[in-house]
């Protein structure tokens, strides 16, 4: 959101249909899963708060009882972005029960469409497999559900396989943010919140 911001693109981030396409991408990610769901007039708030003085702004939507503004909550959904596993938990608050029961499966949701926000494009997911319980990296997210228990599962389609190797996996106990490997040099890229396993290798005599 900050890109937009400083892009060149800023007076259009006011209009009300982008900030409600933006808004609607956000309710989707499925960083977002188990949140409340945000509102276009609290985009458009928060953007209004970034621009410069001197930025055009449009008369302000208005404020139903349904829709009070949460001016914590953008910057807020800023941070999940960048955050590691640890911050997926608080938002994962989910039963840990696994129903194995396919008639107790809902009916599957609709599926996310293909417009994505660019915020989104490079966050990355690994996803574990009920095959062999090994972790795979996730091309797509193709669907998500709610069992009888109420707990989330997305369909996922792992990066080098194809559509009959799909799987549904458990949102909160099998799916997490993918692990990368960080030379010495990136050790400054790392910020308050990540989650990071450190190892010490020690040459054999």
Same mark, same amino acid.
């Given at each position: 959101?900050?890109k937009l911001v400083s892009s060149d693109r800023k007076e259009q981030v006011l209009v009300d249909s982008f900030c409600q396409k933006l808004v609607e991408e956000f309710n989707r990610s499925p960083a977002r899963v188990g949140s409340r769901a945000l509102q276009a007039t609290q985009v458009r708030g928060?953007?209004?708060?970034?621009? #410069?003085?001197?930025?055009?702004? #449009?008369?302000?939507?208005?404020?139903?009882?349904?829709?009070?503004?949460?001016?914590?909550?953008?910057?807020?959904?800023?941070?999940?972005?960048?955050?590691?596993?640890?911050?997926?938990?608080?938002?994962?608050?989910?039963?840990?029960?696994?129903?194995?029961?396919?008639?107790?499966?809902?009916?599957?949701?609709?599926?996310?469409?293909?417009?994505? $926000?660019?915020?989104?494009?490079?966050?990355?997911?690994?996803?574990?497999?009920?095959?062999?319980?090994?972790?795979?990296?996730?091309?797509?997210?193709?669907?998500?559900?709610?069992?009888?228990?109420?707990?989330?599962?997305?369909?996922?389609?792992?990066?080098?396989?194809?559509?009959?190797?799909?799987?549904? $996996?458990?949102?909160?106990?099998? $799916?997490?943010?993918?692990?990368?490997?960080?030379?010495?040099?990136?050790?400054?890229?790392?910020?308050?919140?990540?989650?990071?396993?450190?190892?010490?290798?020690?040459?054999?005599?």
């Amino acid at each position: 959101m900050e890109k937009l911001v400083s892009s060149d693109r800023k007076e259009q981030v006011l209009v009300d249909s982008f900030c409600q396409k933006l808004v609607e991408e956000f309710n989707r990610s499925p960083a977002r899963v188990g949140s409340r769901a945000l509102q276009a007039t609290q985009v458009r708030g928060w953007f209004l708060d970034k621009l #410069p003085a001197s930025t055009p702004k #449009p008369a302000s939507l208005p404020t139903t009882s349904e829709e009070k503004p949460l001016a914590s909550e953008p910057d807020a959904l800023i941070s999940e972005i960048k955050t590691s596993a640890s911050d997926e938990e608080k938002v994962l608050a989910l039963d840990t029960s696994i129903s194995n029961n396919e008639d107790a499966l809902s009916a599957d949701l609709p599926k996310e469409t293909t417009d994505k $926000v660019p915020e989104f494009e490079d966050l990355q997911f690994e996803a574990k497999s009920s095959k062999d319980s090994a972790w795979y990296d996730v091309a797509l997210f193709l669907a998500h559900r709610k069992t009888s228990l109420g707990e989330v599962e997305v369909r996922v389609r792992f990066i080098g396989y194809g559509a009959e190797e799909d799987e549904w $996996v458990n949102v909160r106990k099998a $799916v997490r943010q993918q692990s990368i490997p960080l030379e010495s040099s990136e050790c400054r890229s790392i910020v308050k919140g990540d989650l990071v396993l450190c190892f010490k290798v020690v040459a054999n005599d």
